[in-house]
C-alpha cells in the first residue's frame, strides 16, 4: 500500500540578492546605463525607438526566461535581467513621449498609478511586499512586474524634473540623491519600515542614474559632459561585470563554505 503522507517540500531559495552596498552600486550602474544603451541604440545605431523596443524586448524575454529557471538567486541572470529590464523600462516612455505624444506628467501619474497597483494587487495575494521572500515563482512575477514599473516610472519622473521644469541633469540628480539619503536618514534613525523605505529608495535611484547617465553622454550645449553614450555605456557596463564577477566568487566561496560546516 503507498503511503499517503506527503514528501517533504524541496529548499526554497530566495531568487533575489541580499540588500547590501554591492546591490545598491550595481543598481545604480545598471539604471545608468539603461539610459545611456537606449540612448545608443536608438539614435547612436539609428535603429529608431520602434526597433530598438522589439529587439531589447524580445532580448529581456530570453533573461527573464533565464532567470525563472534558475529558482535562485544567480547573479549573472538576475543582473542581465535588471540591466535588460531597466534598457526596455527606459524604451516604454520614451515611446510614449515621442512617438505618442504623451506628456511626461501624464506618464510620471499612469506609471505611479500602475506600479502601485501592482503593489496591491501584490500584497493582497501574498501578505507582504518583502523581497526577502521571493521564493515562488508567483511572487517573482509580481517582483519584475514592479521593477518593470519602477524603472518606466523612474525615467518619467527623471526626464520631467530634468527637462521640463529645466533644472538640469546635475541638479536633478543632487535632488534626487538628497530625497534618497533623506529615506535612508528616516530608516535609521526614525524606525520608517524597511519595506517601504526600500521600494521608495528602488524607485528614485531609476531616476537618480537616469540623470548622472545624462550628464555624462549629452553633449555640452545640452547641459551634459560631451562623454558620449557609447563611451558612457561602455564604461558602466565594464563596471557591472566587474561586479557581478565579484559576486559570483563571493558567492561560490560562501556556498563552498557552508557545504564544509554541514559535513562537519
Same mark, same amino acid.
Given at each position: 500500500?503507498?503511503?499517503?503522507? %506527503? ?6 531559495? *530566495?531568487?533575489?540578492? &541580499? ?8 543598481? @545604480? ?10 540612448? =545608443?541604440?536608438?539614435? *547612436? ?7 530598438? +523596443? ?5 532580448? /529581456? ?9 534558475? %529558482? ?22 520614451? *515611446?510614449?513621449?515621442? *512617438?505618442?505624444?504623451?506628456? $511626461? ?19 493582497? +495575494?501574498?501578505?507582504?511586499? +518583502? ?9 517573482? !512575477? ?9 524603472? #518606466? /516610472? ?9 527637462? #521640463? ?6 541638479? #536633478? ?9 533623506? !529615506?535612508?536618514?528616516?530608516? =535609521? ?12 529608495? =528602488? !524607485? ?6 537616469? #540623470?548622472?547617465?545624462?550628464? @555624462? ?7 551634459? $559632459? ?7 555605456? @561602455? !564604461? ?17 566561496? &560562501? ?7 554541514? +559535513?562537519?
Amino acid at each position: 500500500m503507498l503511503s499517503t503522507k %506527503k514528501q517533504p517540500a524541496g529548499p526554497s531559495y *530566495n531568487r533575489v540578492p &541580499d540588500v547590501t552596498v554591492d546591490f545598491w552600486l550595481i543598481k @545604480l550602474m545598471a539604471v545608468t546605463m539603461g539610459e545611456t544603451a537606449a540612448d =545608443y541604440l536608438a539614435v *547612436n545605431l539609428g535603429l529608431g525607438l520602434t526597433v530598438t +523596443s522589439l529587439i531589447m524586448t524580445g532580448i /529581456l524575454i530570453v533573461a527573464i526566461i533565464a532567470q525563472f529557471a534558475q %529558482k535562485r538567486y544567480v547573479p549573472w541572470a538576475y543582473w542581465l535581467a535588471v540591466v535588460l529590464i531597466s534598457v526596455v523600462g527606459t524604451l516604454i516612455t520614451d *515611446n510614449l513621449v515621442d *512617438n505618442f505624444g504623451v506628456r $511626461l506628467e501624464t506618464t510620471t501619474i499612469a506609471f505611479s498609478v500602475v506600479l502601485a497597483a501592482t503593489f496591491a494587487v501584490w500584497y493582497a +495575494s501574498e501578505r507582504t511586499l +518583502s523581497i526577502h521572500t521571493i521564493v515562488t515563482t508567483r511572487r517573482e !512575477i509580481f517582483y519584475w512586474l514592479a521593477i518593470l514599473f519602477t524603472f #518606466s /516610472l523612474g525615467t518619467a519622473a527623471g526626464d520631467l524634473v530634468a527637462e #521640463s521644469f529645466d533644472m538640469g541633469y546635475l541638479t #536633478s540628480g543632487l535632488l534626487f540623491g538628497g530625497v534618497i539619503a533623506l !529615506i535612508a536618514l528616516a530608516y =535609521y534613525l526614525l524606525h520608517l519600515d524597511g519595506i517601504l523605505a526600500f521600494w521608495l529608495a =528602488y !524607485i528614485l535611484t531609476r531616476p537618480l542614474g537616469a #540623470s548622472f547617465g545624462d550628464l @555624462l553622454s549629452q553633449p555640452v550645449e545640452y547641459g551634459g $559632459l560631451g562623454f558620449g553614450t557609447t563611451f558612457t555605456s @561602455l !564604461i558602466f557596463l565594464g563596471c557591472i561585470v566587474a561586479l557581478v564577477l565579484y559576486m559570483t566568487l563571493k558567492r561560490t566561496a &560562501d556556498e563552498a563554505d557552508e557545504i564544509l560546516l554541514e +559535513s562537519d
